[in-house]
């Protein structure tokens, strides 16, 4: 059987075999290693390279998130405007836009100005 990958391993606490206090992770500067050691007897034990990832932080984008807005586009006024599109939902024709650079070419995000309605057109 594959062992797991390093971000889907079980990351569990250590505990010291002396005092049963739990055992704290530090690098060794000297040595260039991770050991876990005891606050309370100073007990020390080398980690083992398998556990040398001391913490993940996975984060999920998704892509109703990607398009979010803070505050009320449609009402600052050093954004530029258009007329020359409509809207999707309410046939308006008047939008706030941003624009973004990504892989593919140029991404405008559209604001209607009317109902705020977002979508974007990939240019």
Not at 24 to 48: F, H, I, M, S
Not at 64 to 80: F, G, R
């Amino acid at each position: 059987m594959d062992a797991p990958a390093p971000a889907a391993r079980k990351r569990g606490l250590k505990f010291c075999p002396e005092t049963n206090d739990l055992l704290y992770p530090r690098e060794d500067k000297e040595r260039r290693v991770l050991e876990y050691y005891c606050k309370t007897c100073n007990y020390c034990v080398q980690a083992d390279p398998s556990e040398w990832c001391v913490y993940v932080h996975a984060t999920v984008v998704e892509e109703k998130d990607k398009i979010s807005t803070l505050y009320d586009v449609t009402a600052d006024p050093t954004l530029p405007r258009t007329r020359d599109v409509r809207c999707p939902k309410c046939n308006h024709n008047e939008a706030v836009f941003v624009s973004e650079p990504t892989e593919a070419g140029m991404t405008l995000y559209f604001h209607c100005v009317a109902c705020r309605e977002k979508w974007r057109d990939y240019v």
